[in-house]
Every structure is written in structure tokens, then in C-alpha cells.
């Protein structure tokens, strides 16, 4: 089930936020490598998650840590974004097609 729940989580954050693997990886600072987030993504990461990988998956993904480590069923920490609120990204386009 956790597996699921974190698949799930990071296959929503990367179409929410319209980024492929590589691009959530350098929003983490490459903490987390591209092919682990696309692992996880596509269900194939056979490891347990470690703090650490859900310390960087949540800064890859721009969600509390407390998302992530609920989804793999670590014990929850106190994390100061925890009433941050993540949804879709809008992107406003020009009539041109260029984003604005």
C-alpha cells in the first residue's frame, strides 16, 4: 500500500507541476538521482525509503515532508510547511503560445 501511495504521490507532483524526472531532480539539488524519482514513478524502486531520499523526494516534488514520509509510513516529523497547501500549477500562455 505504501508503495502505491508514494508512486501515486510522485507521478501527480510531476504532471501537477509539469516537470520530468531530471527537472524534479535538480529542483532538489540532485540529492535524489532522476532515475529513482522515474523508478518510483513507474513502480520499480524496490527499496525501502530511507529519511533522507524522503527528505530530498519531498523538495523534488515541492510538497511537505510529511507528505512524502506519510505516503512510505515513516513517522511524521515537525516540518514548518505542514499547512502548506500544494495544487495544480497554472501556467498562463500568451495568444501567441508563449508561456507569460
Given at each position: 500500500?505504501?508503495?502505491?501511495?508514494?508512486?501515486?504521490?510522485?507521478?501527480?507532483?510531476?504532471?501537477?507541476?509539469g516537470?520530468?524526472?531530471?527537472?524534479?531532480?535538480?529542483?532538489?539539488?540532485?540529492?535524489?538521482?532522476?532515475?529513482?524519482i522515474?523508478?518510483?514513478?513507474?513502480?520499480?524502486?524496490?527499496?525501502?525509503?530511507?529519511?533522507?531520499?524522503?527528505?530530498?523526494?519531498?523538495?523534488?516534488?515541492?510538497?511537505?515532508?510529511?507528505?512524502?514520509?506519510?505516503?512510505?509510513?515513516?513517522?511524521?516529523?515537525?516540518?514548518d510547511?505542514?499547512?502548506?497547501?500544494?495544487?495544480?500549477?497554472?501556467?498562463?500562455?500568451?495568444?501567441?503560445?508563449?508561456?507569460a
Amino acid at each position: 500500500m505504501a508503495d502505491e501511495d508514494l508512486q501515486r504521490l510522485v507521478q501527480r507532483r510531476l504532471l501537477e507541476l509539469g516537470v520530468s524526472a531530471e527537472q524534479a531532480s535538480r529542483r532538489a539539488s540532485w540529492a535524489v538521482a532522476p532515475e529513482t524519482i522515474a523508478r518510483i514513478a513507474h513502480g520499480r524502486h524496490p527499496r525501502l525509503v530511507s529519511e533522507r531520499l524522503a527528505q530530498a523526494l519531498a523538495r523534488a516534488l515541492d510538497v511537505p515532508e510529511n507528505r512524502v514520509r506519510r505516503a512510505v509510513g515513516l513517522p511524521l516529523v515537525a516540518d514548518d510547511r505542514a499547512d502548506v497547501h500544494t495544487r495544480p500549477h497554472l501556467r498562463i500562455v500568451r495568444d501567441d503560445g508563449r508561456p507569460a
